[in-house]
């Protein structure tokens, strides 16, 4: 598998060469029903859910049956409010509700290195090497960094907590998303034509990223070393233990 390299820039849009992406994270192949899973349920956890709609018990008046039942000729009706009424109330109409999913973080992580998996086959992932070069918030360095490095279009910018100030340089930009790793989300990737990271973004914030191989190793190893402390503690506390009547005479005598 050939390496996955990205183009990699300065703080004021100067080429620096290319670095290499963790195949993990940015070479695997993009699970398209876990990216629209998660994508599904972030939309709709974005949905407000007040909408709402008065049944023929909540709407004023039709308190009183409008005619007798019979003799009339006419269809029998009990209140001028039923549905079929002008005015009337609204049958099985929407009501005020939560349209959230519950998604597994597992999904999620999968999901978003999937997207980003999927960007960087495009040639769509640029890192940036820091912001901490910039003292203050400023647009115009923004503006002049993205058409230095020729980036037009939906952009998502990703960069680590302390570079607020490129995040605060970025958001009144029009058609960019500026956030920090922790509100990264496969949506956003998915919407940008071009996903800027701060190249401390790349791991995702973790030095072995949840969800790779690296990952499960490492947490294998970190159980059976935590198993052999348990088993060399209890080895120990065995030898330590109380002394025995025995040892307590023979050593008064």
Same mark, same amino acid.
């Given at each position: ?13 100067? !080429? ?9 994270? *940015? ?44 003799? %009339? ?42 997207? %980003? ?13 820091? *912001? ?5 918030? !400023? ?6 960094? %993205? ?22 340089? *970025? ?18 990737? %998915? ?63």
């Amino acid at each position: 598998m050939p390496d996955l390299t990205a183009e990699l820039y300065t703080a004021d849009g100067s !080429r620096a060469g290319d670095v290499k992406l963790n195949p993990d994270i *940015f070479g695997i192949d993009p699970n398209m029903d876990v990216m629209h899973q998660v994508v599904t349920a972030q939309r709709a956890a974005a949905r407000a859910g007040t909408h709402s709609t008065k049944t023929r018990a909540e709407v004023r008046g039709g308190g009183r049956k409008p005619w007798r039942q019979k003799g %009339l000729g006419r269809a029998r009706h009990g209140s001028i409010r039923s549905p079929q009424w002008a005015g009337g109330g609204v049958a099985h109409g929407p009501k005020p509700r939560d349209y959230s999913q519950r998604t597994p973080k597992k999904m999620k992580r999968l999901a978003l290195r999937s997207a %980003l998996s999927a960007r960087a086959a495009d040639g769509q992932i640029k890192v940036v090497e820091t *912001f901490d070069v910039w003292d203050t918030p !400023r647009t115009k360095n923004a503006t002049a960094l %993205l058409k230095a490095m020729g980036v037009s279009g939906k952009v998502l910018l990703l960069a680590e907590d302390h570079e607020r100030i490129a995040i605060k340089s *970025f958001r009144n930009i029009r058609g960019v998303i500026a956030s920090n790793l922790g509100q990264a989300n496969t949506y956003d990737v %998915l919407w940008a034509e071009t996903v800027i990271m701060s190249q401390g973004t790349l791991d995702l914030g973790q030095s072995v990223p949840r969800g790779t191989e690296e990952h499960a190793d490492s947490v294998i190893s970190q159980q059976s070393s935590a198993t052999s402390e348990e088993t060399d503690g209890g080895a120990l506390a065995e030898d330590s233990g109380p002394k025995t009547d025995d040892s307590e005479q023979s050593e008064s005598s």
